[in-house]
């Protein structure tokens, strides 16, 4: 069954990644990627939030709770992408761009571990 928490948020998150990353990409004249640097963090605030109130005991059962499978594993883990985050800064480094390349890098874990921060202490207040 905890299959099918996964499979509902998955079900959300992936076109909620998809409209949201066009939508914000759309409205900037760059070749920086937006639209995927914006998803990517808001997943990380996110799940810093799940996370922090899993940990402050808001959200029993941890990791395997229905919650946690529904908007961590399932709508976290469709709405960020790695994948394309990767692809994104290599696209950039290939085609010139590459002090674009370094500020996504850097930016993105930097923005990605503040958002998720971020997260788990607005949680755990």
């Known amino acids: ?3 099918l928490y996964v499979l509902c948020g998955a079900a959300v998150g ?3 990644r998809y409209l949201t990353d066009r939508a914000v ?3 900037h004249d760059s070749v ?3 639209g995927t640097f914006t998803v990517n963090v808001a997943g ?3 799940l810093g939030l799940l996370t922090g109130a899993t940990v402050a005991g808001a959200v029993a059962g941890g990791a395997s709770s ?3 499978l529904l908007l961590g594993t399932g709508l ?3 709405l960020s992408t790695y994948s394309t985050f990767s692809y994104e ?3 950039l480094a290939e085609s010139g761009a590459r002090l674009f390349a370094g500020l996504n890098a850097i930016a993105s874990v930097v923005a990605g571990l503040g958002a998720a921060y971020a997260g788990v202490a607005l949680a755990e207040a």
């Open 76 to 78: 976290c883990g469709a």
């Open 66 to 68: 229905p919650p946690y």
């Open 89 to 91: 800064t290599l696209r």
């Open 25 to 27: 990409q759309s409205r």
């Open 1 to 3: 069954m905890n299959w």
């Open 44 to 46: 990380c605030l996110v």
């Open 14 to 16: 992936a076109p909620l």
């Open 32 to 34: 920086f990627p937006w």
